[in-house]
């Protein structure tokens, strides 16, 4: 992976040139960014899941409600005959 002319990283308060690093060290840098772009999209994801999951509760909630309205709506109707 290249780096930018000017790829300062900051660990425990000391900034740190990335291009002065050993080839080890930047393998390390180049997986901690590779895992936090990982984690990113995760949340994302995990987001999208998260609203589709409400989504169909919410769904799921009205259909009984309706069905439950259904019901009673029916068990009025027959006695009123």
Known sequence: MTTEPNDIITV????????????????AVNQLRALNNKILNAQFELDQLRAAQNMF????TTLLKTQAEG??????SGTED
């Open 12 to 27: 425990d308060d000391v900034e740190y040139n990335v291009n002065d690093m050993t080839d080890q060290q930047k393998y």
């Open 57 to 60: 509760s919410q769904s799921l």
């Open 71 to 76: 019901v009673v709506e029916d068990g009025k």
